[in-house]
Nanobody
Framework: QAQLVESGGGLVQAGDSLRLSCATS????????VGWFRQAPGKEREFVATIRWNSRYTYYADSVKGRFVISRDGAQNSVTLQMNSLKPEDTATYYC???????????????????WGQGTQVTVSS
């Protein structure tokens, strides 16, 4: 499987913005669904947002709807997660993941994605 590499994490203050990027090496995202998940210490991994590359269909967790925007960059063959109005509770390691076969009813399930990046840390101070 192609390697997924996240970038763009960092330390910001509440109310700030960050832009995460997920890139793939050696393979296009065409035909894939690419999702973002996050995991805070002591908590389970949770769904954040996802995008179907070909149709550009997007879906968000309620906790980030209206603040985060997921999009694709065909020229860069990457998926970005623009995070605005960040809150301390957004602090987590953020992972991107991809799937060629995930069905719509499973878009929020981590088990539906077979390829994962190593994660990038996002810390939001109050």
């Amino acid at each position: 499987q192609a390697q997924l590499v996240e970038s763009g994490g960092g330390l910001v203050q509440a109310g700030d913005s960050l832009r995460l990027s997920c890139a793939t090496s050696g393979r296009s995202f065409s035909g894939y669904t690419v999702g973002w998940f996050r995991q805070a210490p002591g908590k389970e991994r949770e769904f954040v947002a996802t995008i179907r590359w070909n149709s550009r269909y997007t879906y968000y967790a309620d906790s980030v709807k209206g603040r985060f925007v997921i999009s694709r960059d065909g020229a860069q063959n990457s998926v970005t997660l623009q995070m605005n109005s960040l809150k301390p509770e957004d602090t987590a390691t953020y992972y991107c993941a991809s799937s060629q076969t995930i069905i719509t009813s499973n878009l929020q399930s981590a088990r539906g994605y077979g390829n994962w990046g190593q994660g990038t840390q996002v810390t939001v101070s109050s």
